[in-house]
């Protein structure tokens, strides 16, 4: 019995997933996921909202060997608070394949700061989906940037679609390279030339140091598993089409939170072709946009 109890309601990532259709390019990078404890070496933070079950280090490397990628970038995870030991332990047994995307408070410093780069840190998250944080305010995700951006790390944000109007001008305040998780959760009911995802798409076009990840159908989509996400695909098309060299892919394993699904990861494989039509664009995508930003040195 470990030391935590996962909530009542909580998905266990899929346990047999396929093998992909799709065959992903040799060098390939998931370039969102994220570990989770072990909870009774890792503990869990105080001021987590949700208790997941364990997903190790070994478990992430299993996975990428089995769908056919290379590399990981892991994201820290909500559940870990801005206690990054569980991120640094695997990125210390990756053997340089895994780079790390942390949660760090203001009062971080610097040679904290210079002790998760060595350990492959190459950017912070800010996030602000109110069901997992209660978000920093401004002037400390402020002082947070301004503290980074020596290091030539970037910042990750996550939010839902309706809160970016209140959130753009402050974005695009943002002193360094930003990456957007999962598109920006856009409504897919709403149409994809509608105004809300044109907003999106704006802050895109408008903004060359914004980049974004086309992850996560499986949290967008209405038609869900047995539609194998085709609703989303408009979506995510739209986005690599447009910005091929700003974009990247991620599993999202062990996929926190999923309350009607749990996704088959191979499945998730094979939405990639779809989004990323051409060989080139998926090589972008899989390859050259990921170690542009996390393996530049
Ligand atoms: O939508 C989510 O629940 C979710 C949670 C986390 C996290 O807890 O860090 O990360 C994600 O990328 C997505």
């Known amino acids: 019995m470990g030391k935590f109890t996962v909530d009542a309601d909580w998905l266990h990532w ?27 070496q890792f503990p869990f933070a105080q001021e987590r909202k949700y208790t997941p079950c364990d997903a190790s280090k070994d478990q992430l490397w299993a996975l990428r060997d089995y769908l056919g990628f290379s590399r990981n970038v892991i994201v820290q ?14 990125l210390n047994h990756s053997n340089g ?23 492959g840190v190459r950017g912070v998250r800010f996030n602000f989906v109110k069901r997992l944080v209660d978000a920093l305010p401004f002037d400390s995700l402020g002082t947070i940037a301004e503290k980074i951006k020596p290091l030539g790390w970037h910042i990750v944000i996550y939010f839902e679609s309706q809160e970016l109007p209140e959130l753009y001008d402050f974005f695009t305040s943002l002193p360094t390279t930003v990456v957007v998780d999962h598109m ?3 409504d897919i009911s709403k149409p994809v030339d509608g105004s809300e995802f044109a907003l999106f798409l704006k802050l895109m076009e408008e903004n060359k140091n914004f980049w974004s990840k086309v992850s996560c159908p ?17 979506f995510a098309r739209e986005v690599v089409t447009r910005f091929e060299d700003r974009v990247l892919w991620g599993t999202d394993w062990p996929h926190p939170n999923m309350k009607n699904h749990m996704p088959d990861d191979g ?28 393996w530049a040195d």
């Open 14 to 40: 899929h346990q047999s997933p396929s093998k992909p259709e799709f065959v992903v390019p040799e060098g390939a990078v998931d370039a969102h996921c994220h570990v989770f404890g072990p909870g009774d």
């Open 77 to 90: 995870a909500t559940c870990h608070g801005a206690d990054n030991r569980a991120l640094v332990d695997a």
């Open 97 to 119: 394949m895994a780079r790390g995307v942390a949660t760090v408070k203001a009062d971080i410093t610097d040679e904290e700061l210079q002790a998760l780069h060595a350990a």
């Open 184 to 186: 920006g959760r856009p």
């Open 218 to 234: 499986e949290r967008l989509s209405l038609v869900g598993p047995e539609g194998r996400y085709e609703d989303v695909v408009p």
């Open 267 to 294: 499945h998730l494989v094979d939405v990639i072709p779809k989004i990323a039509p051409t060989e080139a664009l998926q090589r972008k995508l899989l390859i050259d946009n990921p170690m542009r930003l996390y």
